[in-house]
């Protein structure tokens, strides 16, 4: 069942948040992600929910996601990330 990570970026430091942007798809295509969405015009319809930079991906599934994040090759990237900008992600899966 595919899985959907939800993020939302607030970038802190564009220079090195541009340096992650760059080299983070070929983790995304290694686990078999797509992006569906990254960072376009945003309309919040209902609530106070205010997104910096929304991104959404596809996985195959769950497990996917999870190796793609847990991966020793991400971890210099994904502290890259950590220190460019404050970031909160969720996974969901989808419906059969």
Known sequence: MSAYVIVNIDVQDAELYEEYRAK???????YGG???ARGGNLVVMEGDWMPRRLVLFRFPDMASAQAMLDDPEYQPLKALRQRAARTQMVAVEGVP
């Not at 983070?24 to 290694?30: C, E, H």
């Open 24 to 30: 983070v798809p070929a983790f995304i295509q290694k």
């Open 34 to 36: 797509e992006y569906l």
